[in-house]
């Protein structure tokens, strides 16, 4: 049996990245060509483990969030608590990958990825604050683990992704998109221009995925 096929896209907040990874499975069934769509975000979970961990977080988040370097985002306490809890959440994360994504590539499925690996060393480096290089040791570390086939990186203006998805400062996008360009820049990473109308990615997707 030969082993499925692993496409990632990754990207700021409001790169466009689910909208596309949709588009393009739709596209490839519309040629017989069978795609799981995954949405592996770090640090998703079930409802009862949100709220368990909700109850919890006043021992990992930070009160008074006047120092953080990203106006409204949730501030971790460096001590004990919230280290148990990433690695609890990293745990969580790896098996996620394992059940969902390496599981179906084994068995011959194809897989596309909404967020891998590489959004996981942004979200460690800025949620965590760890080192670029420390947060891709960590990750590295999970073994087993599927390397893309293809990884996609939909590059965009920050200030337009913050137009499209209020969610984030721009500071904190800015932040995100240096260590995506930097990632892109030691790494076989495909570029794509998010400015583009949507059907012309999809067809830049599409044909980069047949021919390759």
């Known amino acids: 049996m030969n082993k499925g096929k692993l496409i990632c896209f990754m990207g700021v907040d409001g790169s466009g990245k689910t909208t596309l990874s949709n588009l393009f499975i739709h596209k490839m069934q519309e040629n017989e060509i069978e795609f799981n769509y995954i949405w592996c975000k770090f640090g998703s979970y079930n409802q009862l483990l949100r709220n368990l961990l909700t109850k919890m977080s006043f021992l990992i988040i930070k009160k008074n969030r006047k120092t ?99 969610e984030n400062s721009i500071d904190y996008l800015k932040r995100k998109e240096e260590i995506y360009n930097k990632y892109s820049r030691e790494h076989q990473v495909v570029k794509l221009d998010g400015t583009k109308k949507l059907d012309e990615l999809v067809s830049e997707v599409q044909d980069y995925f047949m021919n390759r």
């Open 68 to 166: 953080s370097d990203f106006p409204g985002k949730k501030e971790i306490k460096q001590n004990g608590f919230s280290r148990v809890y990433l690695y609890f959440i990293l745990i969580l994360h790896y098996l996620d990958i394992l059940v969902k994504v390496k599981v179906p590539i084994v068995l011959g499925k194809n897989v596309a990825c909404d967020r891998y690996l590489t959004d996981t060393i942004v979200d460690l480096a800025l949620e965590f604050n760890y080192s670029y290089n420390d947060a891709i040791k960590l990750v590295n570390s999970l073994y087993f683990t599927p390397k893309p086939d293809i990884l996609f990186y939909i590059s965009i203006p920050v200030n337009l992704a913050y137009e499209r998805k209020k």
